[in-house]
């Protein structure tokens, strides 16, 4: 009888996208080289290619490998990302930022947001993004990183993120992992052998023949879940009746100046379009709905939205919005696009892949695999999922469009009754609250709610503690202190050229 408390000797990594080696990276890292690691992927399948805008947090990730930033933005020809500018979203012609980091400075007992309403709803404030040192840089296409030495000042608190080629950033981690001892096998896998009393996953097969066994495996093989859904049949709860977009056509251009710090996502009649600024060229892509619009039409309409002169042929991608029933299931765990998928609007799946490494090395199992670990990793994993995808809802529910079926559709839909008691709270007195450790900040729905038009009626009653006055000259001052303080940022493309730029491509 084997020890069941000792630690699991090897894990296999299935698949090497940006989750494969992600995990394989972290994994090589945080588990000191006493427990094997080996990926398997499949150069002939290839990888799904996009995903190249991220959100703040990735920092704490690349600080965990510890990455030089610097290195790390040449090597997978990185810009600075603030915030996301959603253009058309509430109304035809509407335009506001969803930015990264707070918005304003703390004035009384109350968030800031409170006293800006107040004085908002009576026409004396100006818009959110004025008290925001993230959404003003971003407007003036303007960047530094966070000045230690700026005392209080809105310099010493500037949350970016990162616009990476996705395909760059895992070559960049492979290196990393294979450099710590993670064993990369090239081939495809064909089948899987299940033991027969545990009915966990013993091995995986490849075409050739070769066996590939482990303890634990971490399915990264992307939507179709090889092992997760093919071997273990797990399931799949299907969202798109909230979420209806189901396919995406990507195609990079050329790039043109200035170089925007931020994301851009522009809706059209039946989806929406993103536009990544990276160092060697922009990426953009065309998330749309099959129901809705057919994709000749979506390609047409993605092509006559480009800044600059394709580079490559459009490629498209199919999807299904949703989450595996469960994340991890016997001994397999699934990350990236083999646990779900929920849309490319708030570049959350990278975050997605990060999260469950982390939750994995918490729950990190010994060689008997106890169900309470796996169930409260299930549980947590899910909790995830479905407050990033009220958010996610938010985007599409709140719009006022009447010129397609397809946001008729999104506005009359019913929505999951976590999001609609949200928006009811917000009407009220513009309260949001964050519900344990959800992934949205209140600022986050504040913004999106507000930059989608939905009303507050009401603000806090306690913001009436500080008179109207006094909170007109402290609004007045934070707004001045932002502008201010971004007017003296260099210009993002500056920042770049003199620290981090890459190495032009050469021929
Ligand atoms: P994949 O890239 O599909 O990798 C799967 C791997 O499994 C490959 O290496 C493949 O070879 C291997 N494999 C599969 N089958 C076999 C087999 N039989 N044998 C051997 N190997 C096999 N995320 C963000 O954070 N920000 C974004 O802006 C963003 N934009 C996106 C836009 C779109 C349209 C889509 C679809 C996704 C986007 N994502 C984004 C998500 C992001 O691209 C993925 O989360 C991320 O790339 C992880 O992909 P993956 O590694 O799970 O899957």
Known sequence: MQDQSRLIRNVVIVGGGTAGWMAAAALAKLLKGRVGVTLVESEEIGTVGVGEATIPMIQRFNQVLELDEDEFMRETQATFKLAIEFVNWGRVGDRYMHGFGRIGQQLGTVPFEHYWRKLYNAGQAGDLADYAITRAAAVRNRFMRPAADAGNSPLAEIAYAFHFDAGLYARYLRKYAEGRGVTRIEGRIVDAKLGGLSGRVESVVLADGRAVAGELFIDCSGFRGLLIEQVLHTGYEDWSRWLPCDRAIAVPCASVAPLTPYTRSTAHTAGWQWRIPLQHRIGNGHVFSSGFMAEDEAQRILLANLDGQPLAEPRLLRFTTGMRRQAWNRNVVSMGLASGFMEPLES????????????????????????????????????????????????????????????????????????????????????????????????????????????????????????????????????????NCAEVMPSHEDFIAQHCAAVAPQG
């Not at 996610?392 to 976590?418: G, K, V």
């Not at 913004?447 to 989608?452: L, T």
């Open 348 to 483: 959350t799946s990278i975050h997605l892949v990060q999260t469950a490494i982390a939750r994995l090395i918490e729950f990190f199992p010994s060689a008997g695999f106890e169900q309470a670990d796996i169930d409260e990793y299930n549980r947590q994993s899910r909790f995830e999922y479905e407050r990033i995808r009220d958010f996610l809802i938010l985007h599409y529910h709140a719009n006022q469009r009447d010129d397609s079926e397809f946001w008729r559709y999104c506005r009359e839909m019913p929505i999951p009754d976590t999001l609609a008691a949200k928006i009811e709270l917000y009407q009220r007195n513009g309260r949001i609250v964050r519900e344990g450790n959800e992934l949205f900040a209140e600022v986050g729905w504040l913004q999106v709610m507000h930059g989608q038009n939905l009303k507050a009626r009401g603000y806090h009653p306690l913001a009436d503690l500080i008179d109207e006055a006094e909170t007109h000259a402290y609004l007045q001052s934070v707004r001045d202190v932002i502008a």
